[in-house]
């Protein structure tokens, strides 16, 4: 087992050329997690208990671009470079560390469609979902 640390300038690129560097070990029956949130805003959850509009829309377009079985490989790996341009990106993730375990996952998997096994959102504006890539 080993844990994989992100890069601390928090590239999307960066990190989508780790996740395709690590793509042989699924070949190995290798079990690979990625931990982080869909949705990331601490401080909107302190400032109230309602569900901001921003976090479900997020979590539509995040779980489209992750679970889609129509992108081909190539358009999932553009729509993930060009996440920041998503309307909500910066409200659901002011910092994007917990967003990119996410997509170093679907980049291991050769930008396959993923799965969606369970989402709920906690504490107003946390999105917590889990994707199973083949």
């Not at 560390?97 to 993923?114: F, K, N, Q, R």
Request: hydrophobic share 40%; proline share 6%; net charge negative.
């Amino acid at each position: 087992m080993f844990q994989l640390s992100l890069k601390s300038n928090l590239s999307i690129p960066e990190h989508l050329a780790i996740g395709e560097a690590l793509q042989e070990l699924r070949k190995e029956n290798i079990l690979i997690l990625g931990s982080g949130q869909s949705t990331h805003n601490t401080e909107q959850m302190r400032e109230s208990s309602d569900v901001p509009a921003w976090c479900p829309q997020f979590g539509k377009w995040f779980h489209d671009a992750l679970t889609n079985k129509s992108y081909t490989p190539e358009q999932r790996k553009k729509i993930l470079l060009e996440s920041e341009l998503e309307p909500t990106f910066d409200e659901a993730h002011p910092r994007i560390e917990h967003y990119l375990p996410a997509i170093v996952v679907a980049a291991i998997a050769g930008y396959t469609a993923g799965e969606l096994l369970f989402e709920q959102i906690v504490e107003s504006s946390m999105l917590m979902s889990t994707v199973k890539f083949p």
